[in-house]
């Protein structure tokens, strides 16, 4: 493997850690989140949705993501493989990042 792919296995890897860690830990502090959520002008009128589908799409975008990379790397040979999903995780990680702390 070269060292291109072995940090971009490492970075899709982490990426994926952050999504299924951030779901798990706004569904485990839930009644924090909700508080979090209903502060928010904007989006007080849809935190009760926001607060469970939030999550949920975090954790199928972890889960999405794992099961992609897993499929690649026991399907396709390793110098075909593209690794276009982790920039776009990436790209989406950024977004939320920027988002949140133009919102604070």
């Known amino acids: 493997m070269k060292k291109s792919n072995a ?6 890897t982490l990426i994926i850690t952050l999504f299924v860690y951030t779901a798990s830990s706004k569904l485990l502090d839930y009644y924090n989140f909700h508080f979090g959520l209903t502060e928010s002008p904007f989006i007080a009128p849809f935190a009760d949705i926001l607060a469970w ?3 949920a799409s975090e954790g199928k975008s972890g889960n999405a993501l794992a099961f992609i990379k897993a499929y690649r790397c026991l399907v396709t040979p390793a110098h075909k493989r593209p690794d276009n999903h982790c920039a776009t995780s990436a790209l989406l990680l950024s977004i939320f990042v920027l988002n949140y702390h133009i919102e604070k």
């Open 53 to 55: 589908t939030i999550p």
């Open 7 to 12: 940090v971009i296995m490492i970075i899709c």
